[in-house]
């Protein structure tokens, strides 16, 4: 969701910077705006200020559409994937991006979708990318084992589910530069968007967990 904000942002960006009488742009730039890649659901993406009525209602029907995607989807091995997902299965609002993708990706079997808040995460089998690292932005890996991150990683997750062209025009500049800036102020103040701990607290409760667990398989937060 944040990701076709900013690709909308972007765009419009771009489009003041580029001739306005390109009718073809102009169609563009009103088509990513108020794009939701649902059937029928061509509708404009609010704007939610924290700590308002509407910020904390979204984020909670977000956290409950969270776990409940934990129980519908589990983790999904598809044999023959192109790309990996590594997503935070603890954030409210990345999980509708994820559950889009997972409801585009049953038609397509190209995604692998990896859970980095499980404790069964391994960053030895994918490509050593631990929890910290992944935290801090969006990655995804490619079957050739080529790690690819930011808006990079949701235009090729995108393209392989059938829905390329949302995130095409962001191969080129000015606007590639300008939606990874505004990627980035997402991915730095996610966790407070989201009402969660600040990362280092995250680290450190899940650094007490490992040491209480190590010794006991059946340990669970």
């Given at each position: 969701?944040?990701?076709?904000?900013?690709?909308?942002?972007?765009?419009?960006?771009?489009?003041?910077?580029?001739?306005?009488?390109?009718?073809?742009?102009?169609?563009l730039?009103?088509?990513?705006?108020?794009?939701?890649?649902?059937?029928?659901?061509?509708?404009?993406?609010?704007?939610?200020?924290?700590?308002?009525?509407?910020?904390?209602?979204?984020?909670?029907?977000?956290?409950?559409?969270?776990?409940?995607?934990?129980?519908?989807?589990?983790?999904?091995?598809?044999?023959?994937?192109?790309?990996?997902?590594?997503?935070?299965?603890?954030?409210?609002?990345?999980?509708?991006?994820?559950n889009?993708?997972?409801e585009?990706?049953?038609?397509?079997?190209?995604?692998?979708?990896?859970?980095?808040?499980?404790?069964?995460?391994?960053?030895?089998?994918?490509q050593?990318?631990?929890y910290?690292?992944?935290?801090?932005?969006?990655?995804?890996?490619?079957?050739?084992?080529?790690?690819?991150?930011?808006?990079?990683?949701?235009?090729?997750?995108?393209?392989?589910?059938?829905?390329?062209?949302?995130?095409?025009?962001?191969?080129?500049?000015?606007?590639?530069?300008?939606?990874?800036?505004?990627?980035?102020?997402?991915?730095?103040?996610?966790?407070?968007?989201?009402?969660?701990?600040?990362?280092?607290?995250?680290?450190?409760?899940?650094?007490?967990?490992?040491?209480?667990?190590?010794?006991?398989?059946?340990c669970?937060?």
């Amino acid at each position: 969701m944040a990701l076709r904000i900013a690709a909308a942002a972007a765009t419009v960006s771009a489009s003041r910077i580029s001739n306005p009488k390109n009718p073809s742009f102009s169609s563009l730039s009103r088509t990513l705006k108020f794009y939701h890649p649902r059937p029928n659901a061509l509708l404009p993406l609010p704007i939610l200020k924290p700590g308002s009525q509407w910020h904390v209602r979204a984020i909670s029907e977000a956290a409950v559409e969270a776990e409940v995607s934990k129980e519908k989807w589990g983790e999904e091995w598809p044999k023959d994937w192109k790309i990996k997902m590594l997503y935070d299965g603890d954030c409210p609002l990345c999980m509708r991006e994820v559950n889009m993708l997972r409801e585009r990706n049953s038609s397509y079997g190209t995604i692998k979708f990896v859970d980095i808040s499980s404790d069964d995460y391994s960053p030895e089998e994918n490509q050593n990318l631990d929890y910290q690292t992944v935290m801090g932005r969006i990655h995804a890996i490619l079957s050739d084992g080529t790690v690819v991150t930011d808006v990079e990683a949701f235009r090729k997750l995108y393209e392989h589910v059938g829905l390329g062209w949302v995130y095409a025009i962001t191969k080129y500049e000015p606007i590639a530069k300008i939606a990874d800036s505004i990627y980035g102020v997402w991915a730095k103040y996610r966790l407070q968007i989201t009402g969660r701990p600040p990362i280092e607290e995250i680290l450190e409760a899940r650094k007490k967990k490992g040491e209480v667990c190590k010794d006991n398989n059946a340990c669970k937060m």
